[in-house]
């Protein structure tokens, strides 16, 4: 059905998204594909030993609470937990959630507004109005879970007419706010692939004004495996809501791998994420003000994960 | 007569509750009638352009529409304030912001509507825009309106009570600061909605979630050019108002005339994004303060300049900006006193009344300016307020009248039940504890429009089984008015409240109550409830009496009963002596009114500001804030506020906590912000207000003094108690981290700047640099009332 | 594109032939006449639409009838039995918890969910199962003191 409707068609699965996004007229396909009735998408199987398989379908909801994700990948729970609000997590889908629509507080807005604005590049018009002068599109990646899962090492599985493929989630963005997605418009995303846990620690500490509601102005996602000597065996931050994608710090693989972890390094590291970090003026609070907590976060994530004090 | 209460004084629930729990109640939005249109409304594009065509061509020719109207239908000005006549529902000549309504659609459904709003083809001339004070005063161009004192400047006021330039000489110690307090919204969780009909007879009725069905049914008949006679307001119960359901607002005149050209019911619910734009919300003030005291913290003298953002419209302004200025020496003693305000109008939604009215933004710059004073002259923030609190049954320089007052104990007690002498300047670095007060009006003295009228009517009827049928024109926002109305009823009656049945709100029915704003309703139709209440119960006692043989004065009535005090058996029951008094006397109806006593001063001006009765209130905050993100967790509210004698302290609670949420709001997080010409954040999810997870424990303390002229006693409580959460907060993080935001809210990354600055050894404060030297008028000159504070050795 | 809908609405089966495109909360109140259901926003930024959907609390104005069909909604009008208040309702008017009354019904529907899940919810359960339910009168206070006497009392 995708497939023939092309364009036109927009799949939904919770539609805690989507629905809002169609009110404003952000979205405005002439079909709706949905997803809710496919029992196989609502499933999580495995566990900590041999790694979860997340049905695309499952609710956050479902997510934020079985014990074995709480667990062993504790930052997946939080970070399900901490979108929005309760009710909105018994319809909202971690697919869903991977996939939502980048934001921009130039776009989030109803058709009315935007068009006394001047339209954006990202709906009916052609620039961008948080940087007039580029040629893209900043609008901001959203997605609580996004940052986690590719801390964690996680897959999607992609189903589409041309057949399926697995990617790992961090191919699954690319770093433009209007196209933020490399998966493409009739392929459906199934299941989230997350490897064993074996002893990895994982900490999400998302930044918004509200206890609830918000979405994160910034998010850092933290994974870290020590060995048996202390010394770091896999470490991955991850930075969520100041870039059109989540922001990978490669300088934790660099920095910290091989070594025990040290209140020096974790600064480092805190360094690179506030470096890499490019909040734009599109979301609640000040630019600055968010890539000065990146720095903050990052290294309070760290040290959790690490337990340092 | 209260000396032995069986209602007033009580935790009874509302009369309204189960309606409420049970979805019974039927706000605005849930009416529905055969043959209803809905109708939407477009609002402008530009913050400032004229309109030089409104084509609806397209718009008419879409199936499902049914009538198209523009400023073109509305030719009549119309406008709260006399003095501000500037609004015509739908504008015809310019729009004058983003989302002013410039034309409305009513079709077969809201769908239809909708889509037949984007084929109307406007042709504009984009005008300069003016988003700030400052724009106003340096930018040319057109100006909003076609009125004011000069181009987009709407008022100016100045006034001096006393001479301040001796009371500053006379002073050991003289500061002057700049503050800035943002606008932000009343955000009712309810989105205004109206149902209009204008049925054969040529009658418009008009059922419509507004707090004031008096003033809407003076602006319709006026903007529709209807007599007043053919137009009937009903107030639907209000799903929150906080005032910004106080003016008529536009689209309440857009429904009625769209039901007169159609003939049918025509029903408006605005989105969450036109609430905004309907707003009348609390005005941004950039304020200047000066103020002089003696070695022992006494103010000598004070000095306040305020600038006040106002939009597009008058709307309540003009007495807003009089707001500003009226009730600083309320609270403490204040022996000279000058005052210069102004209100600009700017493209942006009007601003209005909100809880509170033009005072918060004033107390926030005084109260924390007394902190910064007690710091520098070396004595507490107890100490400089607690001793020189106003006197009871004074006067204050700018001529307000002080009846009761027990503010000293309100500090007493906030302080006592905080610790705050134990935690001020003692606690970890991080932590910190701020203390201001306030004051607050029971009712305006004066009305919005000039009369000697009462403010407010009660009628009661009394039926042959004992019912009594209560009616008055006040207006229930979940503030408890319609509780309150038959507590007092039942109570001076001596009837259960299950024999009450009250109508309100309607304007053919009820008689006039000016509305649910300032705080006037529980004193003022409190009063005029007992006054008709009482001529009642003088015919129903006289009729006992006769019956059983007594005179009058050995009579009760309670509990349905009227009854020999000395012997309960000889008794009868309230229906029969009702129905003894209704043969004696003939059919049993009474009215009781309430005017304001005479209050205002002798000059230009004074009608802002008296009250019968001051609130006040005082309120410690604690917080704890992370020196790491700015991050302000505010632990814990202590407030004790006088309200006179609570008629129901469960409904005052519930106010004062109601207040205590709003003002952190404000203090915290709540933002009217604008860019590129237009409002950034029309929505619950971008405007931030407090949710369950961000709102603190709150402890109130209730302090009651009788009040002379308040009914049973009591003072107002649904606005006072918000003024001191902004500055206590702020002095609270003062206390906890040593940086000054002097300006709201106060925001992480402000807090954030400030340590910085701190860091850096520079001084370590957030806020306004200065005012804009705006020359004001040459000020009315006023001597001070005779019985207000001295300045002592002057 | 309209189509026949069936819907479980408190016990009862409803049937309305409405757009596929209408939510939950406009078939609520505009075609089951069911207007105890509030709305404060439509987009799901408030809570005041929260109905229960098998059990769960649900956003009405980001649901699809469609997608519901055959399982049990509650909304406020179904929370009283025979007449008899529920307890959250009888709580919630003792203590003045509803002011103006408009946020009330989706915060006590979210609360019968949390009731019904834990009998004896802790404060801090509370606040988060709440949290999704702005409300602007009270200062959720009175809020949560009518929860807990439910609780209490059930």
Redesign the interface.
């Known amino acids: 059905m995708l497939s023939e409707r092309g364009a036109e068609a927009m799949i939904v699965a919770g ?2 998204d989507l ?2 996004n169609m ?2 007229r952000q979205f405005e396909p002439k079909s709706l594909v ?1 997803l ?1 009735a496919i029992a196989e998408l609502q499933r999580v199987t495995g566990d900590a030993d041999s790694g979860l398989t997340i049905g695309a379908g499952v609710t956050l ?1 479902q997510v934020s609470r079985p014990p074995v994700i709480a667990q062993s990948y504790p930052a997946l729970a939080r970070a399900a937990g901490d979108v ?5 997590r ?2 909202g889908t971690i697919g869903g959630n991977l996939c939502l629509d980048t934001r921009c ?1 130039y776009y ?6 935007r ?3 001047g339209f954006c590049m990202k709906k009916d018009g052609d620039i961008c ?1 948080v940087a007039p002068g580029g040629s893209r599109c900043w609008a901001a990646s959203s997605s609580d879970t996004a940052p986690v899962m590719i801390a964690l090492g996680a897959s999607v599985r992609l189903i589409g007419p041309r057949g399926e493929r697995v990617i790992p989630v961090d191919e699954l963005y690319r770093d433009d706010g209007k196209d933020h997605l490399t998966k493409a418009a009739d392929e459906i995303l199934t299941e989230i692939l997350i490897p064993p846990a074996n002893g990895l620690r994982s900490v999400y500490l998302k930044l918004r ?7 994160p102005i910034l998010g850092v996602a933290v994974a870290l495996r020590l060995a048996g000597d202390g010394a770091c065996a896999y470490a991955k931050v991850v930075l969520g809501a100041v870039g059109s994608r989540p922001v990978v710090v490669p300088q934790a693989e660099s920095i910290l791998i091989g070594n025990r972890i040290t209140p020096e390094s974790v600064e480092s590291v805190a360094q690179a994420a506030a470096r890499l970090a490019k909040p734009m003026d599109n979301t ?3 630019l ?2 968010r890539k ?2 990146a720095h ?1 976060f990052t290294a309070r994530a760290l040290k959790e994960a690490a337990g340092l004090p | 007569m209260t000396d032995e209460l069986t209602l007033i004084g009580k935790p009874l629930p509302k009369v309204d509750a189960l309606g409420k729990v049970t979805g019974e109640t039927k706000y605005a939005d849930d009416l529905a009638m055969p043959r209803m249109l809905h109708a939407k409304i477009l609002g402008c594009h530009y913050p400032h352009a004229r309109i030089k065509h409104i084509g609806t061509a397209r718009a008419q020719a879409l199936p499902g529409v049914v009538a198209i109207i523009t400023g073109a239908d509305l030719p009549v000005k119309y406008g709260n304030l006399p003095v501000s006549q500037d609004e015509t529902g739908l504008a015809g000549d310019k729009g004058r912001f983003v989302g002013d309504p410039i034309a409305a659609v009513a079709a077969v459904d809201e769908e239809t509507a909708e889509r037949a709003i984007d084929l109307i083809d406007v042709e504009y001339e984009e005008l300069p825009a003016f988003m700030s004070v400052e724009d106003v005063l340096t930018k040319e161009g057109e100006p909003i309106q076609d009125y004011g004192d000069q181009g987009n400047v709407h008022k100016m006021v100045a006034l001096e009570f006393g001479d301040t330039e001796s009371g500053f000489a006379a002073a050991d110690y003289v500061r002057e600061d700049t503050f800035f307090y943002q606008g932000n919204t009343h955000l009712p969780m309810e989105e205004h909605a109206v149902v209009a009909h204008y049925t054969a007879d040529g009658k418009l009725t008009l059922w419509s979630s507004t707090q004031c069905p008096h003033y809407v049914h003076r602006a319709l008949s006026k903007a529709l050019a209807i007599a007043p006679s053919r137009v009937r307001i009903i107030a639907t119960p209000v799903g929150g108002g906080f005032g910004g359901k106080s003016d008529p607002l536009p689209h309440e005149v857009a429904a009625a005339k769209l039901s007169m050209i159609t003939g049918r019911p025509v029903k408006i619910a605005l989105t969450r994004e036109e609430v905004f734009y309907a707003h009348r919300g609390r005005h941004p003030v950039l304020m200047w303060a000066k103020t002089g005291v003696r070695k022992d913290g006494s103010i000598t003298a004070m000095h306040f300049k305020t600038f006040l953002d106002g939009g597009a419209y008058g709307s309540y302004g003009v007495a807003s900006t009089y707001y500003t200025g009226a009730l600083q020496p309320v609270t403490y003693k204040v022996p000279t006193y000058k005052f210069e305000g102004m209100r600009a109008f700017t493209n942006k939604p009007a601003c209005g009344p909100k809880r509170g009215h033009g005072t918060p933004q004033p107390r926030f710059g005084m109260e924390i300016q007394l902190d910064k004073i007690a710091e520098a002259i070396g004595i507490s923030p107890v100490d400089i307020r607690r001793k020189f609190v106003v006197d009871e049954n004074s006067y204050t320089v700018n001529h307000l009248r002080i009846t009761s007052c027990a503010l000293g104990e309100c500090i007493d007690k906030v302080a006592a039940a905080s610790g705050f002498n134990d935690k001020h300047r003692k606690l970890p670095f991080g932590k910190g504890v701020g203390l201001a007060c306030s004051s607050y009006l029971s009712g305006a003295g004066l009305p919005i429009y000039w009369n000697n009228m009462p403010h407010t009517s009660v009628q009661i009827k009394i039926d042959r089984g004992g019912g009594v049928a209560v009616l008055c024109g006040s207006t229930d926002i979940g503030q408890g008015s319609n509780s309150v109305l038959a507590y007092t009823v039942a109570e001076v009656l001596g009837v259960s409240l299950d024999a009450i049945q009250l109508t309100v709100s309607d304007t053919d029915l009820t008689p006039i109550d000016l509305g649910s704003y300032s705080s006037r309703v529980t004193f003022m139709m409190g009063n005029a409830a007992i006054e008709a209440a009482s001529k009642l119960k003088k015919l129903i006692m006289e009729a006992a009496a006769e019956k059983l043989q007594l005179p009058v004065e050995a009579l009760a009535a309670k509990n349905n009963s009227i009854y020999c005090i000395d012997d309960e058996r000889r008794s009868l029951t309230f229906a029969q002596a009702a129905q003894l008094a209704e043969a004696k006397h003939g059919g049993l109806g009474a009215m009781g009114s309430y005017t304001p006593p005479k209050l205002a001063g002798p000059f230009r001006g004074s009608g802002v500001g008296p009250s019968p009765a001051y609130s006040y209130s005082a309120c410690v905050a604690q917080v704890d804030v992370d020196p790491e993100t700015g991050e302000i967790k505010v632990e814990k509210i202590w407030i004790a506020h006088d309200c006179g004698r609570a008629i129901n302290p469960l409904l005052v609670i519930g106010q004062t906590e109601g207040s205590v949420y709003m003002g952190l709001g404000e203090a915290l997080m709540e933002e009217q912000d604008f860019r590129r010409n237009q409002h950034k954040i029309p929505s619950l999810l971008d405007y931030k207000s407090l949710t369950m997870m961000d709102m603190p424990e709150v402890e109130t303390i209730l302090v009651e003094p009788i009040d002379p002229e308040g009914p049973f006693g009591a003072k107002e409580a649904g606005q006072g108690p918000l003024l001191p959460v902004p500055p206590a907060v702020a002095n609270a993080v003062y206390d906890a981290v040593g940086v000054r935001i002097d300006e709201l809210p106060i925001t992480a990354d402000k807090v954030l700047k400030a340590l910085a600055l701190k860091a850096e050894g520079k001084e370590p404060r957030v806020g306004p640099k200065g005012v804009p030297s705006f020359v004001f008028p040459e000020p009315v000159r006023v001597e001070p009332h005779p019985q207000a504070p001295k300045l002592r050795g002057a | 594109m309209k189509q026949l809908i069936k819907l479980r609405v408190n016990g009862e089966d409803y049937e309305a032939y409405v757009p596929v495109h209408k939510t939950l909360l406009e078939v609520l109140r505009e075609d089951l006449n069911l207007t105890g259901t509030k709305h404060g926003c439509e987009l799901g930024e408030c809570g005041a639409c929260t109905v229960l959907v098998d059990g769960e609390p649900t956003l009405s104005c980001l649901t699809l009838p469609i997608e519901i069909q055959g399982r049990e909604i509650l909304t406020v009008e179904g929370l009283a039995h025979n007449g008899t208040p529920h307890p959250l309702q009888t709580a919630f008017a003792e203590l003045s918890a509803a002011q103006c009354g408009y946020c009330t019904p989706g915060m006590l529907i979210s609360a019968k969910a949390l009731l019904d899940h834990d009998p004896h919810p802790a404060r801090d359960d509370i606040r988060q199962a709440l949290s999704g339910n702005l409300c602007r009168c009270t200062g959720y206070s009175k809020i949560i003191e009518a929860v807990e006497l439910a609780a209490e009392r059930r």
Not at chain 1, 84 to 88: A, G
Not at chain 1, 108 to 113: A, D, E, K, R
């Open positions: 539609g805690t629905f809002p009110k404003r949905s809710r909801a929005s609000t309760s009710q909105l018994n319809t507080n989030n807005q109803t058709y009315h507004w068009k006394s604005i109005l004004r509200r206890g609830s509601f918000d979405f609640d609070s000040v600055s003000y000065k907590m903050v």
